[in-house]
């Protein structure tokens, strides 16, 4: 058998959540504060079973399940947004990831692919300080 040498990559693509930020801590919270204001208090099993997942998909499944109905789904929605853009600010670089992502950019060209939202990736990247190394970003 004939092993074919490996070339080197020219370009690396980063994830956001989970690889340079973990915003989950952040948005749990947020998603507690939120039920609270409904009576709603739910155990860390069901967080956990929806983790990484959005909250289009686990608002309705948790809500609906309790009869609430879709005016309130939306209101939990819009509450938990708020919620998470006042803690927003917390969200906190994993350990190494700004010295390595600067490390690459200074041999790669790099890019980041990510689901969150703008603001979300913006806080992400400013957390880090380093907005300005990416020449592609999806959001």
């Known amino acids: 058998m004939t092993l074919t040498p490996l070339k080197s990559p020219i370009a690396l693509i980063f994830d956001m959540d989970g ?5 989950e801590p952040l948005h ?3 998603k507690e504060e939120a ?4 009576g709603i208090v739910l155990p860390e099993s069901v967080y956990d079973s929806y983790k ?3 909250d289009a998909t686990m608002l309705p499944e948790i809500l609906g ?8 789904v939306v209101e939990v929605a819009r509450l938990k947004h708020q919620i998470f853009e006042g ?5 906190q670089p ?10 690459a950019a200074s041999r790669y060209r790099i890019a980041l692919a990510t689901s969150a939202t703008p603001r979300n990736r913006e806080a992400a990247l400013a957390a880090l300080n380093v907005a300005d190394v990416f020449e592609t970003c999806c959001g």
């Open 87 to 91: 803690i927003r600010h917390e969200l």
């Open 52 to 54: 990484g997942r959005p």
């Open 35 to 38: 039920f609270q204001q409904f």
């Open 65 to 72: 399940a309790r009869g609430c109905s879709a005016e309130t």
């Open 19 to 23: 690889v340079l930020v973990d915003s």
């Open 28 to 30: 749990k919270r947020a």
């Open 94 to 103: 994993i350990e190494g990831a700004a010295e390595f992502v600067r490390w």
